[in-house]
């Protein structure tokens, strides 16, 4: 028995997996789970067995960088094989699942006609009985309601393909893109299988800084004796890290973690948004880490449901410190929009409070308001978007995340309600992926091209931001959002030139706000901000 007192060591890596490719947030809603089985997961790996130089050749190729590649070399095509075949074992009945949307939407294009919906609830797949409600809007364009509530306690939610892959990380080293790329087993990574929910989790992500016994943590995460435990134990130390400084000054300090994350402290309450944090590790460009948040997070804020922003692997080793997640309401049932809410919920956050649009939550000490949240989706009825507006005597910061200022007198009524904020944080990741890029495989019909290219995931451009900076009458603004650091390719699959249009963009909204007296960074590594 080993009852020494040991730490999580601080570049332990540690990914969420669902039948091992990385969680995100559509692998855990059962529907959107299986339209991602089928026409991405399975399609990749059919594509990878089949012609594994073509993947070869197109992962080396910068202008195929987050394409549906798998950046494994070709010897593993027997693994793949292995992973392609237990998917269509395990998640055989979410493929299913994906088969009757497909079969239901043909039916609501064939027969939907603008006449009662009542006939055809005999007809709907048998699978989907009872956990849809057939529907049309004002102009008879059929569609359906999922019942996401009843899907998560139906045998559909399986949370015994989730699994943690535990490895050392040493260095900002290229990670595969995740949504491309599945976990295969190799050397040092160690898989640990349990469901997201497991309070083992929060105790293994709790040690990075308070001391467990390693026997205590191994038999919580079920590790058997062997090669598993000899990995196991080099993930711990018994080396404390130092204690992290609770701010305790005047006003309010910002300090910018890479891409949308921020951590807004004031005396009296923390907030993280968006978090995605980089492990601890030697690397040339500093970062803030793990390290460097407080032992206590009052609260979490997520802007949207892409994932960048919702990082799981983040959230699942921040949530044994975190007291509420601010989440923008959602819940409409459409199949593009699942509940974030609900999706946290199912693994494991116990605080999840939507917040709607222009809803203003008290703090210690200060107000977060919910701010509409424009564009960015494609042009997809997608509800779970906000940006966030955090007031305090001191000042106030608008985190704008990724919102599109594609109509500009949406802030130009908000602003008269909200009043300006001080401090702006705004992505400008202004052309996109297209349509298909993320919402693809929820489609169940062709996607013409021109209509795809032509809807796009993107940001506000130069006018459309300086109008932000303007109608807030900000005297700082900052670019983030940007998917820059070296750290965070895995999920961002971002390759910028001084030539890209973000990059052109951002630069000119730079010089525009220096030249008006506005302080303008676009952000990259870290930063600290303070407002007394
Ligand atoms: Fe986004
Ligand atoms: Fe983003």
Not at 23 to 48: C, E, Y
Not at 318 to 340: C, E, M
Not at 449 to 454: F, Q
Request: proline residues 8%; charged residues 25%; glycine residues 8%.
């Amino acid at each position: 028995m080993n009852h020494d007192l040991c730490y999580l060591k601080p570049n332990v890596l540690a990914e969420p997996l669902v039948c091992d490719w990385y969680a995100w947030t559509h692998l855990i809603q059962p529907v959107t789970a299986g339209m991602n089985v089928v026409d991405r997961h399975l399609a990749i790996m059919k594509s990878f067995v089949q012609s594994p130089q073509v993947h070869a050749a197109a992962v080396r190729n910068p202008a195929m960088v987050g394409g549906p590649f798998i950046s494994h070399p070709p010897a593993r095509v027997p693994d793949i094989k292995a992973l392609l075949e237990r998917t269509q074992r395990e998640q055989a009945s979410l493929i299913a699942l994906a088969g009757a949307v497909k079969e239901l939407d043909e039916l609501l294009r064939q027969e939907a006609k603008g006449f009662s919906l009542e006939p055809l609830y005999p007809r709907v797949p048998d699978l989907l009985r009872g956990y849809v409600e057939l529907v049309y809007d004002l102009n008879h364009q059929p569609s359906f309601r999922l019942l996401e509530p009843l899907l998560y306690r139906s045998p559909f939610y399986d949370p015994g393909l989730q699994s943690l892959a535990l490895t050392l990380i040493e260095g900002d080293k290229e990670r595969p893109f995740v949504l491309s790329t599945p976990r295969i087993p190799e050397d040092g990574v160690l898989f640990v299988k349990r469901p997201f929910h497991h309070l083992g989790i929060d105790e293994l992500f709790r040690m990075k800084a308070s001391p467990r016994p390693y026997d205590h943590i191994r038999e919580l995460l079920g590790i058997a004796d062997g090669p598993d435990e000899e990995l196991f134990r080099t993930f711990f130390t018994p080396d404390a890290p130092a204690p992290y400084p609770a701010y305790d000054g005047p006003g309010m300090r910002t300090r910018y973690f890479g891409h949308a994350c921020i951590l807004i402290e004031a005396r009296g309450f923390s907030i993280l948004s968006d978090p995605v944090i980089s492990y601890d590790y030697h690397a040339e460009l500093p970062r803030y880490t793990y390290s460097d948040l407080p032992d206590y997070i009052d609260y979490v804020v997520i802007t949207h449901n892409h994932q960048d922003h919702v990082l799981l692997e983040t959230m699942l080793q921040l949530r044994h410190k975190i007291g509420t997640v601010i989440v923008p309401r959602g819940g409409s049932g459409h199949l593009q929009d699942p509940s974030l809410r609900l999706t946290l919920q199912k693994i494991g956050f116990g605080n999840v409070r939507e917040i709607d649009d222009l809803e203003t939550i008290e703090i210690e000490g200060g107000t977060l308001t919910g701010v509409p949240f424009f564009g960015e989706h494609s042009d997809l009825d997608i509800r779970t978007k906000m940006a966030y507006m955090v007031r305090v005597d001191a000042g106030s910061v608008l985190l704008a995340a990724d919102s599109c200022n594609i109509e500009p007198r949406l802030y130009e009524h908000v602003q008269k309600i909200t009043g300006d904020a001080d401090v702006l944080f705004l992505g400008m990741e202004c052309d996109g992926a297209p349509l298909s890029w993320l919402y693809g495989p929820l489609m169940t019909k062709p996607l013409d091209r021109k209509i795809d290219h032509s809807r796009r995931l993107s940001g506000s451009n130069f006018e459309r931001g300086i109008d932000i900076v303007e109608r807030f009458g900000c005297k700082e603004a900052y670019v983030y959002a940007m998917g820059m650091e070296p750290w965070l390719k895995y999920i961002m699959a971002k390759d910028y030139t001084p030539d890209s249009d973000p990059i052109v963009a951002s630069d000119k909204l730079l010089e525009v706000c220096r030249g008006r007296g506005v302080v303008a960074e676009r952000l990259y590594g870290e930063k600290e901000i303070s407002l007394s």
